[in-house]
C-alpha cells in the first residue's frame, strides 16, 4: 500500500470503493493477488500482464469472428428427411416476421448490437492507448463500454444454444454447422477480451493523455481528505471534491464526462418501481403459456413449469434443472433479494450488511442470465420448423418474461448499494 504524501494529489494515490464508497488508498499490484475491499468484499483491482496489447488482440479476433459467427448456419435439424437450419441474424429476422417484434428487437440488440459495440469500442480504445494517441472521445467510449457489457449476452446465447440442441436431439438428428463453431470462438474471445483489461489503468493513461488539472490536494495540515468531503464519479470512479466547480452549467466529471452525483438520483424510489412492475410481470409470465408447438396440426401450449416438468419427464434433469434455476428461481431471488436490500435502508437495519452486498453483486450478476429462455424460444421458434409435421411459436408469457428479465435488470442498476452503508452510518451516529 502506498502512503498520500503532502506533495502528491491525494487523486493519484486514493481510490473508492464503488459498492460500498470505502476510501481507500491506491494498492499496489503484484501478480496473482487481488485488491479486495476491506468493508464489503468487492475486489476492486486485479492485477493484469499487457492489459492493452492482449486487449488489443482479442478484441480483433472477436470482431473477425463475428460476422462468421452471426452469418453462417448454427445447426441443423433434421426430421423425417424434413431439415430446419438457420443464423443468428435469421432467427433475429424470424421473430420479427412472426409478429414477436419486440422479443426480436431484445435479441437483436443482446445478440448483435451491443457484442459488436463493445467489441468495436474495446478495439478502438486498445488501438489507442497501445499509439499513445489523444483523442477526446476516448474516455466518453470507455464509459459507453461499461455500460453495455452487461447487455451484449453472447455467452448467455451460447448455453441457450446448447439447450436447444440437447431439446432438439430427442426428436430430430441435430448436426453442428460451421457457425456454431464460430459462436463458441466470439464467446470465449469476448470474454477474454473483456478479463484482460485494467479499467483503473485504462483510465488513468486517458488522463495522462489528455491532462487534467487536479483539483483535489492533501489539505495543508496533512490530514487526509474525509468521505464527506469527497465525490466519486460513478462512471470511472474518479475521486473528486465534493464542492467540485460546474461547467458550463452542469456538473461532470472532468475524465469520464458522466453527470457528478452524490449518489444515484431517485435510486430507492426507482428501484421500488421497477420491482412492482416485475413482480406484476411475473404473474402473466407464469401462468400464460410461453410456446406453442404444433404437431400435425395440432396446436399445444406449455408454460415455462409445462417445459421444466417435459425436461424432468424425459430424463434430462440437468437442462430441466437449469431451465428451472434460470426462469423460475433466478427472477425469484433477484425481486426478494432487492426487496430485503431496499426494506433494510427504510428500517435501517445494521445486521448482515457485508451479506447483503454480495447477494446484491449477486443479484447484478446473474441478473442477465435469465434470457436464457428467451434465446431458446427464439432459436426453437426459427430452427425447429419442419413444415406439416411440427412448428413452434412464441406465446404471450415471452413478452412478459422478456418484461420481467429487463425490469429486474434495470432495478438493480437503478439501485446504488452505497446506500445500504449510509443508512447503516446514519444509524450509528444517531446512536
Ligand atoms: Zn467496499
Ligand atoms: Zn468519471
Redesign the pocket.
Known amino acids: 500500500m502506498s502512503l498520500t504524501t503532502r506533495s502528491v494529489p491525494v487523486a493519484a494515490a486514493m481510490t473508492v470503493c464503488p459498492d460500498c464508497g470505502l476510501i481507500l488508498r491506491s494498492p499496489r499490484l503484484r501478480p496473482h493477488l487481488v485488491a479486495v475491499c476491506p468493508r464489503c468484499a468487492q475486489a476492486l483491482r486485479r492485477y493484469r500482464h499487457n492489459p492493452v496489447q492482449k486487449g488489443l488482440a482479442l478484441s480483433l479476433t472477436g470482431l473477425l469472428l463475428y460476422l462468421p459467427a452471426n452469418l453462417l448456419p448454427l445447426m441443423t435439424f433434421s426430421v423425417l428427411g424434413i431439415e430446419s437450419r438457420g443464423s443468428i441474424v435469421q432467427a433475429c429476422g424470424h421473430m420479427f416476421a412472426s409478429g414477436q417484434s419486440f422479443i426480436g428487437l431484445i435479441v437483436a440488440l443482446t445478440t448483435l448490437v451491443f457484442p459488436l459495440a463493445i467489441l468495436s469500442g474495446l478495439l478502438l480504445i486498445t488501438l489507442g492507448l497501445s499509439r499513445q494517441r489523444k483523442a477526446a472521445w476516448m474516455?466518453a467510449l470507455f464509459?459507453s463500454y461499461h455500460h453495455l457489457t452487461e447487455w451484449a449476452m453472447t455467452d448467455v446465447f451460447l448455453v441457450g444454444v446448447l439447450i436447444t440442441i440437447i431439446k432438439m436431439s430427442h426428436m430430430a438428428a441435430v448436426t453442428l454447422n460451421p457457425g456454431f463453431f464460430c459462436l463458441v470462438g466470439l464467446v470465449v474471445t469476448t470474454v477474454a477480451a473483456q478479463t484482460v483489461i485494467d479499467p483503473p489503468l485504462f483510465w488513468s493513461r486517458m488522463e495522462e493523455q489528455e491532462p487534467q488539472p487536479s483539483p483535489l490536494q492533501t489539505p495543508a495540515d496533512g490530514t487526509e481528505p474525509q468521505p464527506a468531503d469527497l465525490l466519486a464519479?460513478?462512471?470511472?470512479?474518479?475521486l473528486l471534491p465534493a464542492d467540485y466547480p460546474q461547467q458550463s452549467g452542469r456538473h461532470r466529471?472532468?475524465?469520464?464526462?458522466?453527470t457528478l452525483h452524490p449518489r444515484k438520483p431517485n435510486s430507492i424510489n426507482r428501484t421500488w418501481a421497477l420491482l412492482a412492475t416485475a413482480a406484476i410481470l411475473t404473474l402473466p409470465a407464469n401462468l400464460l403459456p410461453i410456446m406453442e408447438v404444433d404437431y400435425f396440426g395440432v396446436p399445444d401450449r406449455s408454460t415455462i413449469m409445462d417445459g421444466i416438468i417435459y425436461f424432468f419427464q424425459e430424463g434430462s434433469y440437468g437442462i430441466g434443472l437449469v431451465i428451472f434455476v434460470a426462469s423460475v428461481l433466478v427472477p425469484l431471488f433477484k425481486i426478494v433479494g432487492l426487496v430485503i436490500i431496499l426494506l433494510s435502508i427504510r428500517y435501517r437495519w445494521q445486521s448482515w450488511l457485508r451479506h447483503k452486498a454480495i447477494m446484491f453483486r449477486a443479484i447484478e450478476f446473474i441478473g442477465r442470465w435469465s434470457m436464457l429462455d428467451i434465446f431458446v424460444i427464439t432459436l426453437l421458434c426459427s430452427l425447429a420448423q419442419f413444415g406439416f409435421l411440427s412448428t413452434i411459436s412464441a406465446a404471450p408469457a415471452a413478452l412478459y418474461f422478456t418484461g420481467v428479465v429487463l425490469s429486474t435488470m434495470f432495478a438493480a442498476l437503478s439501485f446504488d448499494p452505497r446506500l445500504l452503508w449510509d443508512a447503516a452510518a446514519a444509524t450509528e451516529t444517531r446512536q
Open positions: 474516455p464509459r464519479c460513478h462512471g470511472c470512479h474518479k466529471c472532468p475524465r469520464c464526462g458522466h
